[in-house]
């Protein structure tokens, strides 16, 4: 019968305890794991400093909203082209 895998989170102090093991296997998975929680760590680092940068104030200091339509093409084709809407004017439709 196929034993059926564990999926828990285990302490970094256990995984570097694991790292140590004489059985290669163990080792490697130890040393796998570290190495995801580290690269999740870095991303869950970098994503929170991008939220600070991407609250630029508004030039008027006050609510300022710019709206793109991509229209099934990519972000920059749309910021090439004129915006859809802004903060306190009509949308024109097109």
């Known amino acids: ?6 999926h828990c ?6 995984l570097e305890r694991l790292a140590e093991s004489a059985d290669p296997r163990i080792r490697r998975l130890a040393i796998d794991a570290i190495a995801v929680s580290a690269a999740a760590r870095a991303t869950r680092v970098t994503l929170a400093t991008l939220a600070g940068m991407a609250a630029i104030p508004s030039p008027a200091g006050r609510k300022h909203r710019l709206i793109y339509d991509v229209r099934n093409g990519s972000f920059a084709e749309a910021s090439a082209n004129a915006s859809l809407a ?3 004017v009509t949308p024109s439709i097109s």
Not at 1 to 6: E, F, K, N, S, Y
Not at 9 to 14: D, V
């Open 1 to 6: 019968m196929p034993r059926a895998p564990l």
């Open 9 to 14: 989170i285990l302490p970094p102090y256990i």
């Open 86 to 88: 802004r903060s306190g």
